[in-house]
């Protein structure tokens, strides 16, 4: 079975930046193309961005121009570079397969942009 585990969330001020990490057990990265999704409070879990496995990158309009998501097969890892961050980005952020996020769930890294 699947494990991800999501790092890099954290307390941030509007504008800042942060980047965050999501870690796979096995070569999950080189099987699924991948999204990064976000849960606010009261609100339904939401794609923010995709990567598909031939590199090709999709991303929300309320982040395009702002976030980057990317993978190294190597580590195991897919990464979401957020910049200029607002405080609607403030919400729960999750790794998982797309178009279906079919794979069991991580435990996110909560993403708080206040000042």
């Known amino acids: 079975q699947v494990q991800f585990v999501e790092s890099g969330g954290g307390l941030v001020q509007p504008g800042g930046s942060l980047r965050l990490s999501c870690e796979a057990s096995g070569s999950i990265f080189s099987i699924y193309n991948m999204g990064w999704y976000r849960q606010a409070p009261g609100k339904q879990r939401e794609l923010v961005a995709r990567?598909?496995?031939?590199?090709?990158?999709m991303y929300a309009d309320s982040v395009k121009g702002r976030f980057t998501i990317s993978r190294d097969n190597a580590k195991n890892a897919m990464y979401l570079q957020m910049n200029s961050l607002k405080p609607e980005d403030t919400a729960a952020y999750y790794c998982?397969?797309?178009?279906?996020?079919?794979?069991?769930w991580g435990p996110g890294t909560q993403v708080t942009v206040s000042s």
């Open positions: 998982n397969a797309h178009p279906v996020p079919s794979l069991r």
């Open positions: 990567l598909t496995l031939g590199g090709s990158t």
